[in-house]
């Protein structure tokens, strides 16, 4: 059992009760896809089930009690979140639908405003994400703008070779993943995020994965746009965040038109509220919310340091253990430095789809494909890999169950 100073992962686990769960005919579950989706622990499920029963009402619209409670509880998720990320103002959080929602709002409203025209250039990296390579894909398509990107090394790390000729006077939108999903790469934004704004260029972080594991401070940061995903910080579903530094937020349009995100209509023309509500058009997602601030109340608990060392520690072991079977190869950084929680690798002889059904019947979930992002599988030489990602509940007994189930699969096709 891993244990990290003041971290008890067995009490913690006591809180998920999906972990007791026996699966394929008896084996004990053990859930190795948290990059995909955390599981949520109690307190996150009963702070939505208890918003339901007994405050279940739309926000900012009804003159009555319940209205007013499920106001509070929606903009109090947004209050837990701007404290957690350390946003200078709570008008600084927009809640959408996940990530990829946050980061085509980016995309399309620095379009409609004229940021990137012909002749200028917006720079990803090939380690991205669909949602952070997709969406730039289509700013690029519909202003004539150019779309380059940072290579990855042979080790699974961001290739700075070319900084400065890459991010140059041309350059107007920098947008990087912080940690990367397939290949668990810790990227050194603030070199890059300095060279960035040397030239003028904006900067979005998807930091989907990073907020789950490690402490985060947006005002230090630097960046311009931090999206990231409840659903991976052992919040709820359908419920995502974009922050932005208020004073570029108050000069862009709105994402989208309707409800809650007006100041004045008439038939002839409307003006739009001021941030974060300009952003938000319609009914939000009022429970979510409410389940995404108990789970930031959770993590708190926790103490994201200590969430951030325990996931070090098991990622360590788990590099130790993967790289002691003949014939898996692991695909990015194979030391536990400046690394998360992911690690992709392929085995000699089995279709990595093959694989995930093999440890399946053992007991042991991981995700098997590209991962959403097909680019770094191509860099790679590889349609596809297998993925074990861990979280604040993992435990080093897992990480050998995993391992078991591997050779168990070796065996299998005859290839050990």
Partial sequence: MTRTQGYDVEAIRKDFPVLA???????????????????????????IERHYLEHNANVARAMHQLGAEATAAFEGGRDKIAQFIGAPSRDEVIFTKNASEALNLVARVLGDVGTVGPGDEIVISQMEHHSNIVPWQLLAER???????????????????????????????VSLTWVSN?????????????????????VAVDASQAVP??????????????A??????VGPTGIGVLWGRYDLLASLPPFLGGGEMIETVTMERSTFAAPPHRFEAGTPP??????????????????????????QAITA????????????????????????GAISFALDGVHPHDVAQLL??????????????????????????TRASFYLYTTEAEIDALVEAIRHTQRYFKVS
Avoid at 34 to 46: C, D, G, H, I, M
Avoid at 153 to 169: F, I, S
Avoid at 317 to 340: F, K, M, N, S, Y
């Fill in 360 to 385: 399946d019947s053992r007991g042991v979930a991981v995700r098997a494909g590209h991962h959403c992002a097909k680019p770094a599988h191509r860099r790679f030489g590889v349609q596809s890999t």
């Fill in 317 to 340: 072991h788990a590099l130790e253990r993967l790289q002691e079977i003949d014939g898996l190869t692991i695909v990015g950084p194979r030391e536990p430095v400046d690394r998360g």
């Fill in 213 to 226: 594991q490690i402490p985060v401070d947006v005002a230090s940061l630097g960046a311009d746009f931090v």
């Fill in 182 to 202: 397939m290949l668990g790469t810790i990227n050194p934004l603030d070199v890059v995020i300095a060279r960035a704004h040397q030239v003028g260029a904006l």
């Fill in 21 to 47: 769960r026996s699966v394929a005919g008896g084996h004990p579950l053990v859930y190795l896809d948290s990059a995909n989706t955390s599981q949520k622990p109690r307190q996150v499920v009963e702070a």
């Fill in 228 to 233: 990231f995903t409840g659903h991976k910080m």
């Fill in 143 to 173: 202003t004539g703008a150019t779309l380059r990107w940072f290579g990855v090394t042979d080790e699974g790390r961001l290739d700075l070779d070319d900084l400065d000729t890459l991010v140059n006077e041309r350059t107007k939108i």
């Fill in 286 to 311: 009022i429970a979510q919310a409410a389940g995404l601030g108990a789970a930031v109340d959770y993590l708190t608990a926790l103490g994201m340091e200590n969430v951030a060392a325990h996931e």
